[in-house]
């Protein structure tokens, strides 16, 4: 094989057929690894669902391979964490492949949050409201962790700067992204009503600040009544959680009541239409 002209060096040589160890490159570039050495990066916020959008893209795996290389880094107990691709990871599986490509790049665990984040939150068609929640919350405890880095923000404010870069970042304003992490302080029945329209997004918010004993009696009285408290309603429930004075019986006579308040909510959160019909809204 004659060397490339005007280049003075020989070509590079062929792929050896099983994935090279790239983890020490040093400059990045794709290799192929085994699917059953990838990883999901701990506690990835967002689902790998199997529902019509993967059998979209299992589809298109089978015709024209994964296009777009997963970003993987280096595992301590063996393998690679994905960091962005887990979607591509599940279609390549299904579409029966063995490896995938992927761009191995070393990564601080704080640096790996903003990057699976990011290209979860700007790439992904369907995001379920506590996905967003879990996202925004993890960028903003990523950003907190460089707080030494802010020029000019004193210790204390931190965490709010850090909202603010978050909501910056996702073209949401501070009180949107704060909003939204509140969410996580939701007990787990409630944070499933969330993701399923049966608990609207401002009357949650209210609700994630009454203690956890109460929330779950408030997920049994939202189940059994068949009704989604407003939001004068959630903070009824908040004042009464806050005096000591909330329980099973209390929330289940609030929740049966008849919604004839006026609510108002906030241009971002889409109305759940199921109870559409029992608000007024403010014009």
């Not at 050495?37 to 506690?43: G, H, I, N, Q, S």
């Not at 949107?176 to 302080?185: A, D, G």
Request: hydrophobic share 35%.
């Amino acid at each position: 094989m004659s060397i490339l002209a005007g280049t003075g060096h020989p070509p590079a040589p062929e792929q050896p057929p099983q994935p090279r160890d790239a983890t020490r490159a040093e400059k990045e570039e794709i290799v192929y690894l085994k699917l059953s050495e990838l990883f999901p990066f701990k506690d990835h916020p967002f689902g790998v669902r199997d529902d019509a959008e993967m059998k979209g893209l299992v589809a298109s795996v089978k015709d024209n391979g994964v296009h777009q290389p997963a970003l993987v880094r280096p595992r301590e107990g063996g393998g690679y964490e994905i960091i962005a691709g887990h979607r591509r990871q599940r279609a390549s599986e299904l579409a029966g492949f063995a490896n995938m490509p992927c761009i191995v790049r070393n990564m601080t665990d704080d640096e790996a949050i903003l990057a699976m984040t990011d290209d979860n939150l700007r790439h992904r068609e369907k995001i379920l409201p506590m996905e967003k929640a879990q996202s925004l919350k993890m960028q903003v405890e990523a950003i907190s962790h460089q707080g030494t880095k802010m020029e000019g923000v004193a210790a204390g404010d931190v965490g709010k700067r850090s909202m603010e870069i978050v909501g910056e970042r996702n073209g949401m304003n501070y009180k949107q992204v704060q909003r939204y992490i509140r969410l996580t302080e939701l007990v787990p029945e409630l944070q499933s009503m969330v993701n399923e329209k049966k608990l609207s997004f401002t009357p949650a918010v209210e609700i994630s600040f009454i203690k956890p004993k109460n929330q779950r009696f408030i997920a049994v009285s939202i189940e059994g009544e068949q009704a989604s408290p407003s939001l004068s309603q959630a903070q009824e429930l908040r004042k009464l959680d806050k005096d000591g004075k909330l329980n099973g019986d209390v929330i289940d006579g609030i929740l049966s009541r008849e919604k004839k308040e006026v609510e108002y909510y906030p241009p971002w959160e889409p109305p759940v239409s199921r109870f559409r019909a029992t608000r007024k809204f403010l014009p």
